[in-house]
């Protein structure tokens, strides 16, 4: 599938910001199964001095860029066009005792060496009550890919996707404790319950192409930035599940950055200095562009 992908942020001041940096993660990551076909970034004030790119310690692209003059107002908008196709799986996965034991070895080796996303990070620690949930669906010698399969319809059946309980600060603790949240947060949550395991798992942001109920028309700007996890697989390598949908994404899911968690990821961060509070607007327009037949 080919997207064109507008993701639009606007920040609106009570007051003017003298100066401000930022840094994003908004250029889609390019994958064995994804390309990046264009991007371009652009700044409202034009920023008067844009460093450009860099190459994060996750392997993400990262844009940064100053704005040196008074402003009160900022709007950033990226767009890119990117083909996805179906990510391959395995046939086959080792029992995920065996993926727990391996990456925890002290031996250097590829799975090792993903050791570091065991651990807990910034928005996400390990506990005993999130091993205990996920244990339900890693019975002993079961397959990796079965149980993140059944880990990940659990959390669709038990959690309700409710867009006023949580914000980006809210813990862990407090989504399990509701049962409730968004994307973030089942996302955030399943990284949890595995690393409380002892199995590798990382935090993945993107898109997702949302379609209409039949017979209605799209809507533009109505799609969100999507999140879901990912955990580590012996010989195959990473391995993707969306708990908010139930599903392992396909080609209608479009992958911009990961890490531990969603600071390592944050669409747009930034210092400002000056201004008094601001209101943030997001939209993000995810539409499928039709290729003439061959």
Known sequence: MLYAVTHRTTYGYASDVAVSHHLVHLRPRELPWQQVTDFALSVEPPAAAIAGE?????????????????HDRLVVTARSRVRVTRPALPERTPPWQ??????ASNVLTPDSAVGEFRFDS?????????A????????????????????????????RFDSRATTVATPVDEVFKMRRGVCQDFAH??????????????????????LPPPGKARLVGADASHAW?????????????????????????????????FGDV???????????????????????????AA
Do not use: M
């Open 266 to 292: 944050s669409p747009v961060r930034g210092v400002v200095v000056g201004g008094s509070g601001h209101r943030l607007g997001v939209s993000v327009d995810v539409a499928r562009i039709t290729e003439p």
């Open 54 to 70: 860099r190459t994060d310690y996750h392997g993400n692209a990262a844009s940064y860029f100053s704005i040196r003059h008074p």
């Open 132 to 159: 205990e949930y996920a244990a339900a669906s890693f019975p002993n010698d079961r397959p990796l890919l079965d149980g993140v399969i059944d880990f990940t319809a659990c959390i669709y059946r038990d959690f």
């Open 122 to 130: 910034t928005y996400i620690t390990r506990k005993p009550a999130f």
């Open 98 to 103: 065996q993926v727990r034991d391996r990456c």
């Open 189 to 210: 949550f399943a990284v949890a319950g595995l690393r409380s395991l002892g199995l590798p798992a990382r935090y993945v942001s993107g898109y997702l192409e949302t």
């Open 229 to 261: 996890f990912a955990v580590w697989c012996p010989g195959h390598g990473w391995i993707d599940a969306d708990p908010t949908n139930n599903i392992l994404p396909g080609d209608r899911h479009i992958t911009v950055a990961w890490g531990r968690d």
